[in-house]
């Protein structure tokens, strides 16, 4: 009788601990999963990029501990959130493009190369800066600091970038490497761009067409995927193709999927 009055009474302990412990409290994390597709033209699939990112949402204050403090001093607060990068990739197709142009006065081409690659680094960040309205969103691909989901921030700049030119063969000749090579916001495990013009051939760094997309847009209420196209200016014919999923999952449903 005494063994099961002690049994009744540890149960009772655990379960009224258990009451007093608030596991509701604690906010589910919310994830935005970002896919983007940037093409020159839609009926030329050997020209176009995939991008895959996954942001956490975590509060400013978090994110800028000193300038929440601060607000608190002052009897404020410092609202919104902001997006930190959980993990993200990118892959180019390979592709080839012509142009024409004059060697010693005559009618020549200038042919332009790169080969298919995944990404190696690739950095994004967003935020949502109207606290009055969770669904508005701004998102881009930056090579300047960001924060991660710990909510530690670090700069992409201050990583070594060292680039390995283009292997020559026994008795080849060499290739230039033409220009200044920076870490960027949208790097390729194969960095270059291959240029053959009037005999003579060069490679640059390969300029994501990915580091321009910036997107300032709002989900529709009570929805939780956007899914939309936007263009680049007409000098630089660049076409996007993007959809962001607001989740409670961690998993990207896309990654590496190159369908829309």
């Given at each position: 009788m005494h063994l099961l009055s002690f049994r009744f009474s540890v149960s009772t302990v655990l379960l009224f601990v258990f009451l007093l412990t608030d596991f509701g409290s604690a906010e589910a994390e919310t994830y935005y999963h970002v896919t983007v597709k940037a093409m020159r033209e839609p009926s030329d699939p050997d020209d176009c990029e995939w991008a895959w990112v996954t942001l956490v949402e975590i509060p400013k204050s978090r994110a800028y501990p000193s300038e929440a403090a601060l607000a608190q001093r002052y009897g404020g607060s410092l609202r919104g959130s902001v997006l930190a990068l959980v993990r993200?990739?990118?892959?180019?197709?390979?592709?080839?493009?012509?142009?024409?142009v004059?060697?010693?006065?005559?009618?020549?081409?200038?042919?332009?190369?790169w080969r298919e690659s995944r990404g190696e680094r690739v950095y994004a960040t967003g935020g949502l800066d109207d606290p009055n309205d969770p669904d508005k969103i701004n998102f881009g691909f930056t090579s300047r600091e960001i924060p991660d989901d710990n909510g530690r921030w670090f700069d992409p700049r201050s990583a070594a970038y060292v680039v390995a030119g283009v292997p020559v063969p026994a008795g080849g000749e060499p290739v230039e490497m033409r220009g200044d090579y920076h870490i960027r916001a949208v790097n390729y495990l194969d960095p270059l761009k291959h240029y053959e013009r009037c005999g003579k051939r060069w490679v640059e760094q390969f300029i994501s067409a990915l580091d321009n997309f910036h997107l300032s847009t709002s989900f529709e209420p009570g929805e939780n995927e956007l899914f939309g196209q936007t263009l680049t200016s007409p000098a630089r014919k660049r076409i996007y193709v993007y959809q962001i999923i607001r989740s409670a999952s961690r998993e990207h449903p896309h990654w590496r999927q190159t369908t829309m």
């Open positions: 993200a990739d990118a892959w180019r197709s390979s592709h080839r493009h012509t142009s024409e004059r060697c010693n006065g005559r009618r020549s081409e200038m042919v332009v190369t």
